[in-house]
T-cell receptor, first 118, second 112 residues
Framework: AQKVTQAQTEISVVEKEDVTLDCVYE???????LFWYKQPPSGELVFLIR??????QNEISGRYSWNFQKSTSSFNFTITASQVVDSAVYFC???????????????FGTGTRLQVTL | DTGVSQDPRHKITKRGQNVTFRCDPI?????LYWYRQTLGQGPEFLTY????????KSRLLSDRFSAERPKGSFSTLEIQRTEQGDSAMYLC??????????FGPGTRLTVL
């Protein structure tokens, strides 16, 4: 069985602060994919990143960065210099990787609500 | 391409009625997924299709739920004899092979 744990239910920061959202996962699969999605107040889930389990390189995209550590089964997400527009619920998700390299169903965590204020 | 669309966006029904939701994926995406999301929770997987074939169904999907994807394009999700516990946001997503899933705006179901 697969499981994703996002222990932080809600985080509040002041604009321009850095913030890290934690994600810990459990799986018996040897290969898998990890994802982060953003759900703004409008409700539609927005894809942020996909990471393959055998690629442990950290990734940076603008103010966003991701730290994948297989040894601790964690895939944390950091927003640098947060902005009010970053306010949303952020979900970490896990998918098995099929023999042909395909991802399939996503198992989501319960999400972390980020509130960024002025 | 306008993304994944879902219809209706909101549905209010009385307990015991049948409801049907429609999802139009991004064109040429061969995979289509249905998820359900309740307040304060992450989406939960229900079922998915590759083209017209339904490849997997969650144990969450009781016999009252049925999904179809005729001709491998749009999909419908039907709930028969709705119960109050079926109240949730029903999300559809599509992807091309191993790529990331793109989600629609969802259909919010309220069962009175």
């Amino acid at each position: 069985a697969q499981k994703v744990t996002q222990a932080q239910t809600e985080i509040s920061v002041v604009e321009k602060e850095d913030v890290t959202l934690d994600c810990v996962y459990e799986t018996r699969d040897t290969t898998y994919y990890l994802f982060w999605y953003k759900q703004p107040p409008s409700g539609e889930l927005v894809f942020l990143i996909r990471r393959n389990s055998f690629d442990e390189q950290n990734e940076i995209s603008g103010r966003y960065s991701w730290n994948f550590q297989k040894s601790t089964s964690s895939f944390n997400f950091t927003i640098t210099a947060s902005q009010v527009v970053d306010s949303a619920v952020y979900f970490c998700a896990l998918s098995p990787r099929g023999s042909t390299g395909t991802a399939s169903k996503l198992t989501f965590g319960t999400g972390t609500r980020l509130q960024v204020t002025l | 391409d306008t993304g994944v669309s879902q219809d209706p966006r909101h549905k209010i029904t009385k307990r015991g009625q049948n409801v049907t939701f429609r999802c139009d994926p991004i064109s040429e995406h061969n995979r289509l997924y249905w998820y359900r999301q309740t307040l304060g929770q992450g989406p939960e997987f229900l079922t998915y299709f590759q083209n017209e074939a339904q490849l997997e169904k969650s144990r969450l999907l009781s016999d009252r739920f049925s999904a179809e994807r005729p001709k491998g394009s749009f999909s419908t999700l039907e709930i028969q004899r709705t119960e109050q516990g079926d109240s949730a946001m029903y999300l559809c997503a599509s992807s091309q092979g191993a790529n990331e899933q793109f989600f629609g705006p969802g259909t919010r179901l309220t069962v009175l």
